[in-house]
């Protein structure tokens, strides 16, 4: 199962599916990230983490652990 | 050194004012000290 | 008759701007009751009779956000007449997820188009006719920035408002979906006013744990609802809230597809990602970052700065004010000490901080524009890892580093902290970093003990933010502070130049609080300190004293006792700690009226005598510092939290938690760090501070309940 933790830098992806509930899932789909949607992974954060992703046309930042909540494919 | 306080009335026209003053401030200051309750 | 008008919209939409642009200088800003969200509403320019009330940046109207859930409280319950939805026209999917929720209050919307400018700029173009048709209310384009279309926008909001003018809702749900929130209307119509009928439908429907607490509906009727819920849940294959979610931006999309044409590739890179290149570059960061707030410091504080301040100290009052008033008594006849009240007590115990709020201002300006130019959202971006390891965001490093100037605007700063216990936790740890105040002190301990040494002020920051850790650590383990951590999901804003009257805007509301708190509070305890330290009893009589009998070495005497285990159970040096209560730079200067020295600003070596009364030893004088540095802030920052923490239970767990740790933590340097260098005696008091370190440990590194249950959920979710 592939998720957005996996993907690389410079990739563009589509979303297939959100996991988990609660306020982070929540937060994820309430920012555009939804089934179908498609994300540009823009950079990583100079320690690491989180990654900047480039969904909707605007630029958002969420945490690699976050990210694996997010399938892909 | 002790000294002894004597009041005259340009004394008591700056305490007068002070304590105006003072009230004012006091006012105020449960002012910002109420907004927190609740 | 009174026209309210809400303001709602995403954070960085230019909110604020169009906000200060309706209203002016007219704005009342406060919290909402109960809470640390800022509550700001003010009445129109040219309009008096028409409130507008700014609410949060919300990207939705979930449960989940303090701010999302006062703001649709109001929205739902006090109904204002119309409301002014502002978009960013360069991002507009994302902001019209918000407008469709919006769309279902039954209250008259007006949507305001904003960033006009950037979109034209872009080469993108939006069908205003469209999209407004399909939206079924009216849009008005605008660039608040440029002052563009406000006019006509106050116009078409307030028409809206008198004559009510509710949207033709737009049919944003679709097939088994729509189906199920109408069988739920029907289900609820009775017990729900029709105006929010289809708000509490959809929310019911997403299962929405605030809205189905609030209705309180029996059983019966939850699990008829229940039921169709589960029926829908099980033909889309998802869970309700992710249903309305992907419908809602599936409709969206398709707006957005026939109103909207771009003329950049999807991901291009637009100015703001090309200068993030080098900004939040792997390497350059970190450095950039450095450099930035170096140059932030070393202007406001280290040069301009210190030349204002020193200024208004030496200049201002020392030569101009303090012999002008003095003449001015003497000359109409007053009395020696009353003198003496009004230019050294209250002026003179007032210049220091005055004298400060021009730096005070001056770093409140960069940061401003730091802020509002998008530029500390990166900051939040490239600190995160680190404080996520203490359960905080990279949001809390800017109260953080603002405390290291002053910790009024800090505390203040952590409205931006989206999680209110997040929130909370920074507001009570960010005075631990040591603030320009506290310089003073900092300098004459380390002069008195080891000759003035360079490196004891980074060594005091690195302290601070030692226990800044430590505490957040702790704290996150308490019930209190315990929770899942905050989503860290944060958007990063286009690369703006700051509105210049916002930054001013911003600058002097911070510099004019600080003043309002110097004039009032200060201004008081200048007074009363004054009085203790100069009158007392002696020989049974009241009157004006010599330093030790005054009424403050009474009281420093009485408490003496609770800081012998802590090395410094000297009345001056306690006396010298109550008035930093007020303000720290007093701790100095009480030490010098106490010590017979007069005004003292920095350590020179002729004060050692002086001040070896207050400190048997050296060891004590160090705890002296940890305890001064650490306790709770100037009365300035304390009044500031007491407005910002909007809780009173809080607000005192705060000063108790700042006071106890900073007491443990000198008795611990003085016992424990005495004891090894052979200047303290093992006693009980050794025992105590013992005790107290594993106490520390121990809360430091006790497994934390929430974490591994959440553990457990994602192990849950991956499965």
Redesign the interface.
């Known amino acids: 199962m592939n998720t957005l933790k996996d993907a690389k830098v410079g990739e563009?992806v589509m979303i297939k599916?959100?996991?988990?509930?609660?306020?982070?899932?929540?937060?994820?789909?309430?920012?555009?990230m939804?089934?179908?949607?498609?994300v540009?992974i823009?950079?990583?954060?100079?320690?690491?983490?989180?990654i900047?992703l480039?969904v909707?046309?605007?630029?958002?930042?969420?945490?690699k652990?976050?990210a694996?909540?997010i399938e892909i494919e | 050194m002790k000294t002894d306080i004597v009041l005259n009335t340009a004394d008591i026209l700056i305490l007068a004012t002070l304590a105006i003053l003072m009230i004012i401030a006091v006012r105020i200051a449960i002012g910002f000290f109420r907004e927190k309750k609740k | 008759m009174e026209i309210k008008i809400a303001l709602a919209g995403n954070p960085n939409c230019g909110k604020t701007t169009l906000f200060n642009d309706l209203t002016g200088s007219a704005q009342y800003v406060g919290n909402w009751p109960g809470v640390t969200v800022e509550k700001k509403d003010g009445r129109m320019k040219n309009h008096k009779d028409v409130v507008i009330q700014d609410l949060p940046g919300i990207y939705s109207l979930s449960p989940y956000t303090l701010e999302e859930v006062v703001t649709r409280n109001y929205l739902v319950n006090e109904k204002p007449d119309a409301i002014i939805n502002i978009i960013d026209g360069t991002n507009i999917e994302r902001n019209l997820y918000l407008t469709t929720q919006i769309l279902e209050l039954n209250i008259p919307v007006v949507i305001a188009l904003n960033m006009m400018d950037l979109v034209r700029k872009n080469g993108d173009s939006i069908d205003i006719k469209k999209l407004s048709n399909q939206l079924g209310c009216k849009i008005v384009p605008i660039s608040a920035l440029k002052s563009e279309g406000g006019q006509e926008l106050v116009a078409e909001a307030i028409d809206a408002a008198k004559n009510n003018r509710l949207a033709e809702p737009p049919h944003v749900f679709k097939g088994s979906v729509e189906h199920a929130i109408a069988h739920i209307e029907e289900s609820i119509e009775h017990e729900v006013s029709r105006d929010n009928l289809r708000w509490y439908a959809v929310k019911l429907f997403e299962r929405d744990e605030k809205v189905v607490e609030d209705l309180a509906f029996d059983d019966s009727l939850m699990r008829h609802i229940e039921m169709h819920i589960k029926d829908c849940e099980k033909e889309m294959d998802d869970d309700s809230e992710s249903i309305i979610t992907n419908q809602r931006y599936a409709y969206i999309q398709n707006v957005v597809d026939l109103s909207v044409v771009r003329k950049k590739a999807r991901g291009a890179l637009s100015i703001s990602d090309k200068i993030d290149k080098i900004v939040t570059n792997r390497i350059l960061a970190l450095p950039i970052f450095a450099v930035i707030m170096f140059l932030v410091y070393y202007i406001s504080v280290t040069t301009l700065g210190t030349v204002v301040t020193d200024w208004t100290n030496d200049t201002l009052f020392g030569a101009w004010i303090q012999p002008a008033v003095q003449h001015g008594l003497e000359a109409i006849g007053a009395s020696g000490w009353l003198i003496s009240l009004i230019v050294n007590g209250i002026i003179g115990g007032l210049a220091a901080p005055i004298g400060f709020a021009p730096q005070m201002a001056l770093v409140f300006f960069f940061l401003s524009i730091l802020e509002d130019c998008g530029y500390m959202a990166r900051v939040a971006f490239i600190m995160d890892r680190i404080f996520r390891r203490f359960g905080l965001s990279g949001k809390s490093f800017i109260p953080f580093l603002i405390s290291s100037g002053c910790g009024v605007p800090a505390i203040m700063a952590s409205r931006t902290i989206e999680n209110e216990k997040d929130r909370r936790m920074t507001m009570i740890t960010t005075t631990f970093i040591p603030c320009g105040a506290k310089l003073p002190v900092i300098a004459v301990i380390a002069g008195f003990i080891m000759g003035g040494a360079w490196w004891a002020a980074p060594m005091m920051y690195f302290a601070g933010i030692i226990l800044v850790i430590i505490s957040c650590i702790i704290l996150k383990k308490t019930r209190m502070f315990a929770g899942k951590p905050a989503p860290f999901v944060m958007e990063l804003p286009q690369y703006h130049i700051p509105s210049g009257r916002g930054v001013l805007i911003h600058v002097w509301e911070r510099v004019w609080a600080f003043l309002k708190k110097a004039g009032t509070i200060l201004f008081l305890c200048c007074v009363v300190m004054w009085f203790l330290g100069s009158f007392g009893i002696h020989n049974g009589a009241f009157g004006l004293v010599d330093s030790e009998n005054c009424f403050l070495s009474d009281i420093g005497n009485a408490i003496a006792w609770i800081f012998v285990p802590l090395g410094f159970g000297t009345w001056q040096a306690v006396a010298s700690s109550l008035s930093g209560f007020v303000a720290k730079e007093g701790i100095v200067s009480t030490m010098g009226v106490l010590a017979g020295l007069g005004d003292v600003g920095g350590y020179t070596s002729s004060m050692h005598n002086a001040f070896a009364a207050f400190f048997p030893t050296s060891i004590a004088a160090v705890s002296f510092l940890f305890f001064n540095l650490f306790d709770s802030p100037c009365l300035a920052a304390i009044s500031t939290m007491a407005k910002e923490m909007g809780s009173r239970k809080f607000f005192w767990f705060a000063i108790l938690f700042q006071n106890v740790m900073s007491y443990c933590i000198a008795l611990m340097v003085y016992q424990i760090g005495g004891l090894a260098i052979g200047t303290v005696a093992f006693g009980p008091a050794t025992i105590v501070a013992f005790i107290l370190l594993a106490g520390l440990i121990y809360l430091l590194f006790k497994p934390d309940r929430s974490k591994t249950a959440q553990l457990k959920v994602h192990e849950g979710a991956a499965a």
């Open positions: 563009t599916k959100i996991t988990g509930s609660g306020p982070t899932k929540r937060r994820i789909m309430d920012m555009g939804t089934k179908g949607a498609e540009l823009r950079k990583v954060a100079p320690l690491g983490d989180p900047e480039h909707r046309g605007y630029e958002l930042s969420v945490r652990a976050d694996e909540l």
